[in-house]
């Protein structure tokens, strides 16, 4: 009788544990789908830095990075001004709110504020004195990555990846 509840205890902590890893793994794949750039390579030489990205399942480019050395997800928006962050980030990341004005956005025009990120790292691509702005109505836990950073790269779409180049870093 004892070796048949022993039996049935460790069958029943075997599928716990393999419940349990099944969780991980689908999180792992599901994240790994929303962010295919968690980790971005990047080339290197003595004219330029280049980190290449691949496309989500949704069609856009997010890539992990990091602002003043905390890290950070940017979605990459070729029609964004400027970085674009939100809020209750930007009090995390410790940036200041400067002078006021308003932007359009695709849900009407909002508030925003002046700010500028002294560090911005994508791989080993860094970006020094960043314009940006920071939205308190902004929702999204990502950040923007508008011209104000994406004009001072070189970047070719080919396919479904995209080459981000600095050159005479």
Do not use: W
């Not at 025009?109 to 700010?115: L, R």
């Amino acid at each position: 009788m004892e070796t048949k509840n022993i039996g049935q205890g460790m069958f029943a902590v075997a599928c716990v544990l393999g419940l349990a890893l099944l969780t991980f793994l689908f999180g792992n794949f599901e994240e790994h789908q929303k962010n295919p750039n968690q980790h971005p390579d990047s080339i290197q030489n003595a004219q330029f830095i280049e980190v290449n990205l691949e496309r989500n399942r949704q069609g856009h480019y997010v890539v992990s990075g990091s602002i003043n050395d905390k890290p950070v997800v940017f979605l990459l928006d070729t029609g964004a001004t400027d970085v674009v962050i939100p809020g209750v980030l930007a009090a995390q990341l410790d940036l200041k709110a400067g002078r006021s004005g308003r932007a359009m956005t695709a849900n009407g025009p909002v508030t925003i504020y002046e700010t500028r990120v002294d560090h911005l790292q994508i791989g080993d691509i860094s970006l020094f004195n960043v314009p940006a702005s920071i939205n308190p109505a902004m929702q999204s836990p990502g950040i923007l990555l508008g011209m104000s950073a994406l004009g001072q790269l070189e970047f070719v779409q080919s396919g479904d990846s995209l080459t981000l180049r600095q050159n005479g870093y």
